[in-house]
């Protein structure tokens, strides 16, 4: 950080551009620390610099838990696409209050809209929305939706919350679940195919004894009628 520092310093000695940065530097005890460094151009009267004066503050725990932080995220967001997943947040009257990035990618910003206008570009809640029933009963609500613009199903965890302030506040973890409703709708045409084959084959064994009886009755009305011929002599109407 010599560079980043020297740079700052000379355009604030010289130009009396103030600056803020964090850097990190070693110590007297030889360790390195994270320090947040900040200086001002010192005038004279006739506004000429003379000097520059600033501070430096420890800020390793802060670097410490934001690193973590950020090293928590990453593996979030790692999981996150790894599972298909997409989180949102929003308040009790659909008013989003957060979008992932990949949304955000797909959808653009997402300030000031609700949650339906955003991902469904409606006018109204989606039928069959789990977030009244969250925010009333306190519990997470699963339900499906298609998102037409991606083309892909998903299944929404709806899960209520207070936030720091003992605001209620919505977060829906969305699971992408496209190749399961494929396997599903596959398994339904396959279902659906077989109960006609079924059918049919009922048919077939319907008409079968069907024939199978008359051919019976045929027989004896065919038999009957050889013999009567039999007596017949030959000639006569009957």
Known sequence: YRETIRKAFGACAEEGIPYDEEIQIINTRGERVWVKTIGTPVKDEQGRITGVQGSFQDISEMK????????????????????????????PEYNLTYVDERWREIYGDFHGRKCYEYFMDGV???????????????RTVVTEEYLLKEGRHIEVHTIPFRDQDGNLRLAEFNIDITRRKKVEEEKERLRFQLLQTRKI??????????????????????????????????????
């Open 201 to 238: 084959e009922s048919v077939g064994r319907l008409a079968g004894g069907v024939a199978h009886d008359f051919n019976n009755m045929l027989a004896v009305i065919l038999g009957n009628a050889e013999m009567a011929l039999d007596t017949l002599q030959e000639g006569q109407p009957l």
């Open 64 to 91: 410490k838990v934001e690193l973590e932080l950020r090293s928590k995220t990453q593996r979030m967001d790692f999981l996150l696409k790894a599972t298909g997943t997409n989180v949102n947040m929003m308040d």
């Open 124 to 138: 109204a809640p989606c039928p069959g929305c789990g977030v009244p029933e969250a925010a009333e009963t306190g």
